[in-house]
């Protein structure tokens, strides 16, 4: 059947409710545990005629910066409960890829009341309204509008290119150890590892002053500094940080001062300074090793960290919590502990996939035995040319494979770059290769447009703190 036929057929509202929800039926139901949302939305997309209405999503977040989602909307297919749970896991996507604390919609009524009683206090995304409103610090709101009052997007474009002149430093801050580099005109000059503990810390004295101290031994090195650039886990917002397992012990009433920690810096320094999320770094470094603009970086590493850099050569700001966005539309997908919500991307690119999947198929470990130790265990019986954990790393290729087009709906990249120590040795090629081999078949004009790949020694030749210190504008 043509999708011109079933766009015909739409137009009937009970019978094209009924064929629509045959196709879904017919095109979601790929893997027994596993529904790519993509498939969904593609279905939705070939239905849709030129007259049929969308629901509009639109995500405000800092500085009136505006992320917006069209979902096109067939005749009846807001009565579909397949079409409603697309539509919330789509505004969640929105939320976790963007950031927001306004969430405003227009469309059918009786999904916008839906997904507005979801994004409230005691609604089914709690834990989603309670972390954004940690971030931005206030509350947030949900509002109901016409099409024609929806904002159109408006993203930050933070140009990245010919950021290597003067004297400048860069850090990256990591959970045990943080790096320095002193660059001088896109050179660096200097590079060390400072030991830190800043996850028991109490005091963000501690946090400041330890920086501080690497941040001074880089600046020896230079005649004089210009900028500061950072690098680090967490959630960022205009150079604070909002949430970041960093200051986990920070008490409530001294969270403020650790949270100004890098304004503080740029007062004593007196010198600009720009830090962003690792992940957007990670991409700044994959712009700066081979000049590649439009591009992606998912790393896989103890949970799902993502970056992006875009066709403009620019950050963009945007939050890239991937981690706790959807990825599959399956009544049992597995859960994330932290959120508590099903199907999101930690547990299908990350260490916690890999333990799920082990598990799943049937490996035991020690109870005591941590996710990187397991991971190890994992890649040693891949290296012995084990099949169960071949079927592991075939899996999370597949995973990548549907969502390679998933993301690239809500981010305009050309190139994906997957790294961290999932895709590390034999597995890494069967994730990679798996998935090249779905978008081949799937989604073959996806499979010319982008280029999915790992870093190689080139990619890698600027680290992060090197790549961090071009942040800021002289």
């Known amino acids: 059947m043509t999708a011109n036929k079933i766009t015909l057929q739409c137009r009937s509202k009970k019978k094209g409710a009924i064929m629509l929800r045959k196709m879904i039926q017919t095109k979601v139901t790929l893997k027994r545990d596993f529904k790519p949302p993509i498939t969904l939305l593609n279905t939705l997309k070939q239905a849709a005629g030129p007259k049929d209405s969308v629901l509009a999503i639109a995500w405000e977040r800092e500085n009136g910066y505006i992320s917006r989602y069209d979902l096109p909307l067939p005749a009846r297919a807001e009565d579909l409960p397949e079409v409603a749970q697309l539509a919330e896991r789509i505004v969640k996507f929105l939320l976790w890829a963007s950031g927001g604390w306004r969430l405003m919609l227009a469309g059918p009524s009786k999904l916008c009341r839906s997904i507005k009683k979801q994004y409230s206090k005691d609604g089914a995304r709690k834990f989603d309204v309670d972390f954004m409103e940690k971030v931005y610090d206030r509350p947030m709101v949900v509002e109901l509008r016409k099409l024609s009052e929806m904002p159109q997007a408006h993203e930050r474009a933070l140009v990245m290119d010919n950021r290597t002149n003067g004297c400048r430093i860069g850090f990256d801050l990591g959970a045990s150890d943080f790096k320095i580099s002193a660059v001088k005109n896109g050179k660096a000059v200097y590079s060390d590892e400072f030991p830190w503990d800043p996850r028991n810390q109490t005091d963000p004295d501690y946090h400041y002053n330890k920086l501080n101290e690497g941040l ?129 991307g930690a547990m299908y690119f990350s260490q916690q996939a890999v333990n799920h999947l082990a598990l799943k198929k049937g490996m035991r470990f020690p109870a005591k035995m941590a996710l990187p130790q397991r991971l190890e265990r994992v890649q040693e019986r891949m290296a012995e040319g084990d099949v169960t954990a071949l079927r592991i790393y075939q899996k999370i290729g597949l995973y990548l494979g549907y969502t390679v087009p998933w993301y690239r709906e809500f981010y305009g990249f050309d190139s994906m770059m997957i790294l961290g120590r999932v895709t590390s040795g034999a597995g890494g090629v069967m994730i990679l290769e798996t998935a090249r081999l779905i978008l081949a078949d799937q989604f073959p004009e996806i499979a010319e447009q982008v280029e999915v790949f790992m870093p190689d020694e080139k990619a890698r030749r600027v680290g992060q703190s090197v790549a961090a210190a071009s942040l800021p504008v002289l």
Request: with cysteine; proline share 5%; aromatic share 4%.
């Open 216 to 344: 001074k031994i880089a600046a020896s090195k230079l005649p004089r500094v210009d900028a500061i650039g950072g690098s680090s886990a967490g959630v960022i917002v205009d150079n604070r940080i909002r949430v970041a397992s960093l200051l986990r012990s920070i008490p409530e009433a001294r969270y403020a001062e650790a949270q100004n920690m890098f304004v503080r810096l740029a007062e004593e320094w007196k010198v600009p300074i720009e830090v962003a999320n690792d992940g957007d770094v990670t991409a700044l470094a994959g712009l700066m090793s081979l000049g590649k603009k439009g591009i992606l970086g998912v790393a896989m590493g103890s949970s799902e960290a993502v970056g992006f850099i875009d066709r403009n050569g620019c950050l963009t700001g945007r939050l890239s919590e991937l981690a706790f966005a959807p990825v599959d539309l399956h009544p049992e997908a597995p859960a994330d502990e932290w959120s508590g919500d099903i199907g999101v």
